[in-house]
């Protein structure tokens, strides 16, 4: 495991309010990633990076957006929460290899 | 780009029969390919992976196939037990740049 950190782990909020979701990790890895899931979807990707100065769209970035404030952070924010954002988040993080390892997951309703 | 087909969506199989799980993809240039497992309310976690340059790889009651020819891998499980009823997961990606794109998903009951 890739000792990832994600705050937090459960959140209500309303539509239309900002929510940030936060990811560190202690292992040094360059690339992290938000993947967002939902029944019968699977793992979707909204952002990744593979480093600092580095942001790249995933497959769902629409609504989103990204921060990575350093090699160990990584945050993803809801600008105006909507209920269809109503997911559960995962971060990720990973080397050249490929690998990736997953956070213990963030548990968002927007109600 | 990349785009990877799960089936079957749902399986069910008694305990100590084998369950298998095939995922096809559309790139002939990805090149790795993983499985991960996601227990109830946990994390998806690695539990095999493998590379094009190889057609097979074993670990204990778990094994993983690649046909590069078909695009096609799957992920065989013998002697199945309770625990391994959970959702599974195969990704694929072109090494280097390019993030893993998943299936999605399979969900596995081990009837006791």
């Known amino acids: 495991d890739a000792d990832v950190t994600q705050t937090p782990r459960n959140r209500i909020t309303k539509t239309g309010k900002r929510i940030m979701l936060e990811c560190s990790q202690t292992k040094g890895h360059d690339r992290m990633y938000w993947y967002r899931q939902d029944p019968g979807l699977g793992l979707r990707l909204i952002y990744y990076?593979?480093?600092?100065?580095?942001?790249n769209k995933g497959e769902i970035s629409d609504g989103y957006s990204v921060s990575r404030q350093a090699q160990a952070k990584f945050s993803l924010s809801l600008e105006s929460a909507i209920p269809n954002q109503t997911a559960l988040y995962f971060c990720a993080v990973g080397g050249t290899g490929n690998t990736i390892y997953f956070g213990e997951g963030s548990w968002l309703t927007v109600v | 780009g990349e785009n990877v087909e799960q089936h079957p969506s749902t399986l069910s199989v008694q305990e100590g029969d084998s369950a298998v799980i095939k995922c096809t993809y559309s790139d002939s240039a990805s090149n790795y390919f993983p499985w991960y497992k996601q227990e109830l309310g946990k994390r998806p976690q690695l539990i095999i992976d493998i590379r094009s340059n190889v057609g097979e790889k074993k670990d204990q009651r778990i094994a993983v196939t690649l046909n590069k020819t078909a695009k096609h891998f799957s992920l065989h499980i013998t002697e199945t037990q309770p625990e391994d009823s959970a959702v599974y997961f195969c990704?694929?990606?072109?090494?280097?740049?390019?993030?893993?794109?998943f299936g999605k998903g399979t969900r596995l009951s081990v009837i006791a």
């Open positions: 990704a694929a990606t072109l090494s280097g740049n390019t993030p893993l794109v």
């Open positions: 990076s593979f480093d600092v100065k580095d942001i």
